[in-house]
């Protein structure tokens, strides 16, 4: 046991740290430092230098485009990225639909769906939940019913992330109603373009467009498109599950996160004028912060140990979900603390040059909004809740 | 001991709760919020007219109905539960504290006007720099003839692109952060040399960067004594509080109703998700905590005219209790409402939000707890 970095991985550090110094667009610098509503082109711009470099997919098997790097490698890409605050790679084709497809796709899938994947020409969205069918996604009933060659979709999606700048979306859909829940679903893409698909914005909390209700009326879809045996899609979205958490942790951007309150309570003055950071109280609440995160990061490379050694990410990955998003909503109510009265203000759609007469200091402008945001992350991805039954039942076994 | 309500005092709470039913539902407010003025005027005039509740808590001597902070609770719990906009805090509690405890024929004479709704106040107190800290102010008032000149930089001043009038505190005298030398004065929004920048807040409301540049102001414009006006400022403040406590109160009420509701008619496996324990303790925790936050409330407000130390000690309790609430019942509502309640169509995100905000107005957590601690531990150390 030891928890030095061999030569190799620093080396290897080194060399991802000056690529990403050199290669992160000028322009992106300190969007995500303001918690700035990214466009498409921001994330397809970040996305397209890594796909150019080979690095977009750390996570898949080289014969597909991946890097071919070990677990470590990935861990410390994913520290790195972090570190320099960079947007984030979108799941939907990386972390989920691709290795479905990988894993799963005929010869002919793979061949026309892995390489634009890659290369961002597919920007992929999710359309599992439903407006019936949230934690009990297998109760879903948007139907797809077999003619000929395609099968007629008609139902509702909602909650589709980004589904407004979507080219494909990968959908599960009920093939047989008569079957038991789980067993009567279809793992299917769809192409947006589709006539009879319709992408409804929802507004969020903070007054974001980040979610959408899609609308499928008679959807054509050919058969080709069917990923895996019909019926069979449940066994795809369990997989993908499991896939969809790997990273979920975030422990690398909770750091860059604590680093950002730490950075605003040196500016902040407390009620005695002092910097709020020799606040005993607010010290304290990012102290016990940093180590709930340290208890979390040992948890998590223990878990990348056994990974590496051949063990898949089991439910105990519940674990680093729970805690986790616990974390990364902890530092958003620090940061709200922190910002004291400057917190309040609104500031969407006013003054989004961002220099003409600013109210307050720059680093309090989204704090309460991307407060709000981050609620979400204890609901989606499986609540909770959900995953705090997860593993009473398959790990303790209750 | 007596936690009733005189007659008159419930039909005040029936009456407004009336009003607010038929005239204030969330899709109305939704769509003011969204308006250039943000707030509605006619609401206002009804608040003086046809209801009469801006004068319920002034004496009859004023012209009001002869009552006092029990009348502010009640209102303010009312507004809570329907996310009213409008500034009864800042133009009854505050504006209205500041000139009964003040006094003097400019003050009678705008409470009149504030009875008869055609005055609005906000409170310009705090400062970029100052944090929670009263004392903390750069703003300075010099002597000019028998009047003043202010200057100085007012943050986030809540309900001031709405109002005719700012209550401003202000050094006369005595360095930064230093007790003595505080001073109020009550400036007219129009006055020369104030100048504001007006923005939303992320509760659907308004606020505004306040700038007073030497602006004049009359003799008359000192609001208590010159130099003084610390302790006035900390009375008002805690007033101000505990109504606070009671619009928290009233939102926390809808926060858990809203989320028994919703529980009980979402159905996810089956069965409506109220089934769940882990909800259903969880929805506990959420109605124990609403139902303290009233009773915390009755206890500040039941404290407001106990000699200052008590009165502080009484009011930061509630305050800091029921800052937590805001955080603990908000998070919950929004977490039993899966996905619904993270969206802006729902009014249950926007009562969240209004409580997240209440949990830092006067004073966040760590605030009072503070204020607590160095009152009531004085002694034991
Ligand atoms: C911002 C955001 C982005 C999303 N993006 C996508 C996307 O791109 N694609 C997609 O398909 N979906 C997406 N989702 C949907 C997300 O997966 C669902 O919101 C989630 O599955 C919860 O479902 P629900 O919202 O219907 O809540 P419900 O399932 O109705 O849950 C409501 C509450 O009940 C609790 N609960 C439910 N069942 C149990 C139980 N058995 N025991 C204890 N408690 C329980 C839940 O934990 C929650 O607190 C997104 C959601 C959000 C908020």
Redesign the pocket.
Known sequence: MNLEFSADDIAFRDEVRAFIAEAYPAHLRGKMEEGEELSKEDYLAWHRILAAKGWVAPGWPVEYGGPGWTATQRYIWSEELARADTIPILPFGINMVGPVIYTFGTPEQKARFLPPSLSGDIWW?????EPGA????ASLRTRAERDGDFYIVNGQ?T???LGQHADWGFFLVRTDPAAKPQEGISFLLIDMKTPGITVRPII?LGGEH??NEVWLENVKVPVENRIFHENKGWTCAKFLLAHERTGIAGVARSKRGIERIKAMARAEAGDDGQPLIRDPDFARKIVELEIDLKALEFTELRTLASESAGKGPGPESSLLKIKGTEIQQRITELALEAAGHYGAPYFRGINQDGNAFPIGPDYSRRVAPTYFNMR?TS????????QR?IIAKMVLGL | MDFNFTEEQSMLRDALARYLADRYDFETRRGITRTDAGWQPAVWRAFAEELGILGAAFSEAHGGLGGGAVENMIVMEELGKALVIEPYLETVVVGGGFLKHAGGAAADALIGQIIAGTATCAFAHAEPQGRYNLADLKTTATRDGAGWRLSGHKAVVTAAPWASHLIVTARTGGGQRERDGVSVFLVEKGAAGLTTRDYPTVDGRRASEVYLENVAVGAEALLGNEGNGLPLVERVVDEATAALCAEASGCLKKLHEGTLDYARQ?K??GTP?AS?Q??QHRMVDMFMAAEQAVSMTYMATLNLDAEARERAIAVSSAKAFIGKACQSVGQSAI??????G?TDELAIGHYFKRATLIEGLYGSVAYHLRRCEALSLADAA
Do not use: A
């Open positions: 969205c999710q359309g599992y939940s949230g934690s009990d996604l999606k909650w589709t992330t969020t980040e979610v979400k609901i989606y991805g499986g609540s909770n809740e959900i039954n | 979402r996810q496996f998700i769940f882990v909800l977490q039993i409402h899966g996905g619904m993270m």
